[in-house]
């Protein structure tokens, strides 16, 4: 019996230095990457963050859409499509999740190339809106934003470059040339849609910086590119004209007060402000904003500003903090990720959570010149809802990998 339990033993020890990665019987490293569960954790908030993003669009939404005619007086409108997006959505993300990451390594040069391509697609056949032509009209579905599918591309490309290669970033012309390959997607969305070409922008030169030890290039781009975009916008703010409607926004966000007679830029960050102080400690109820009479399009970029109304501070500070523990898991799957790759698409999709929630609460609150930045899971749009919570789906599928269990 003795020699019996010597042997299981000795068997148990074996297989426990195989899964570390120690060398076992013959020499041989060898390293076992279990399959575990994903973390439950992420998927959980993300799940409630859409679910308060079905509510609060409703709310925001019904007396503008049952007064109508375009909508056919229908108060649930926005309510129905948003629903039947975190529908999509939850599917996107469960079909991720079981998808190994690793597939989409090998399809990020075709997914990128498919970005671009229909990025340029959309300039040629898309709908134009407020002025900006962002969508393409797909039969059924409606429209398709294929910004979004370019945050992704962008995401995996870069990811796929460096981990292929880890001397890329060391030299210049490589190095330049990683960049480009976000340039060049960003000067595509930039057409139509300046505030979506600086996420993504910030998103692939946030993955190579994360991967780089040269910090100097860094420095002296970021100025150079802050630099540019604030001359850019002092000139429009300065033309009487009104030629650059960007610098309308940035002379607005310095007065909005001075901005609101007419079509005043300054009008809609004002009504927010408005909505945000009588939200007051806990709001005023679901359903019960005013301000959303007011707010064009409420249940769109700005709809943080009826969530601090009707949500109050308190309520207001729970969807922050929901979005703070979406953001700290994503950090620890990047860390515990199993590879490069692994870790530098997680990486990409927690930058890309984070800077658009960052930037949207900054753009409601007026610490910011306005954009068009959507609140991630939470505003209304098919597209971007279904595209984040796939990302959040391969999110979910890097930590089934990870090397520390979640």
């Known amino acids: 019996m003795s020699g ?5 033993a000795e068997k148990r020890r074996n297989r426990k230095k195989a899964i570390s990665g120690k060398t076992d019987q013959t020499g041989t490293i060898r390293t076992i990457i279990r399959v575990g569960s994903m973390d439950y954790t992420i998927y959980l908030v993300a799940v409630i963050l859409a679910a308060i993003g079905v509510v609060m669009v409703f709310s925001a939404s019904y007396l503008s859409a049952g007064a109508s005619k375009a909508l056919s007086y229908d108060s649930f409108y926005y309510l129905k499509k948003q629903a039947i997006f975190a529908v999509m959505g939850v599917c996107a993300m469960h079909l991720m999740a079981n998808v190994g990451y690793r597939y989409l390594q090998k399809l990020a040069l075709i997914i990128y190339i498919i970005a671009n391509a229909l990025l340029v697609l959309v300039q040629i056949i898309g709908l134009a809106s407020h002025g900006a032509v962002r969508w393409i009209p797909v039969p059924v579905i409606g429209q398709f934003q294929p910004s979004e599918v370019a945050k992704l591309a962008v995401i995996l490309m870069v990811a ?7 001397d890329i970033l060391k ?3 490589t190095f330049i040339f990683v960049c480009a390959v976000v340039g060049v997607t960003v000067a595509l969305i930039g057409i139509g849609n300046l505030s979506t070409a600086i996420i993504v922008g910030v998103v692939g030169i946030g993955i190579i910086f994360i991967s780089s030890t040269h910090l100097l290039r860094f420095v ?7 630099g540019g975009l604030v001359g850019y916008l002092v000139k429009g703010m300065l033309d009487p004209s009104g030629g650059n409607w960007r610098g309308g926004r940035f002379a607005a966000w310095l007065d909005p007060f001075g901005n609101m007679s007419g079509n005043g830029k300054g009008y809609q960050i004002v009504q927010s402000l408005y909505a945000i102080a009588s939200g007051g400690l806990f709001g005023l109820g679901i359903g019960m904003s005013r301000q959303k009479t007011f707010l064009p399009e409420a249940h769109n970029d700005i709809i943080f500003s009826i969530i ?14 929901l979005f703070g523990i979406l953001i700290w898991r994503g950090i620890r799957v ?4 199993p590879d490069t790759f692994g870790s530098l698409v997680a990486s990409g999709i927690v930058i890309l959570i ?3 929630v ?47 269990r979640m």
Do not use: D, H
Not at 220 to 226: F, I, N, R, S, Y
């Open 308 to 321: 601090c109304e009707e949500l109050g501070f308190v309520g207001a500070a729970m969807v922050l903090l």
């Open 171 to 173: 030299k210049w012309p």
């Open 220 to 226: 002296v781009g970021g100025l150079a590119a802050v």
């Open 160 to 166: 796929f470059l460096i981990s292929r290669n880890k």
């Open 354 to 356: 984070a800077v658009q």
């Open 358 to 404: 960052l930037i949207n609460v900054a753009v409601v609150t007026n610490t910011i010149p306005n954009t068009g930045i959507p609140l991630p899971l939470i505003s209304y749009g098919g597209t971007s809802l279904v595209v984040t919570m796939a990302l959040v789906g391969i999110l979910l599928n890097i930590s089934r990998y990870s090397k520390e």
């Open 4 to 8: 019996t339990a010597s042997v299981g």
């Open 334 to 337: 990047a860390l515990n990720a």
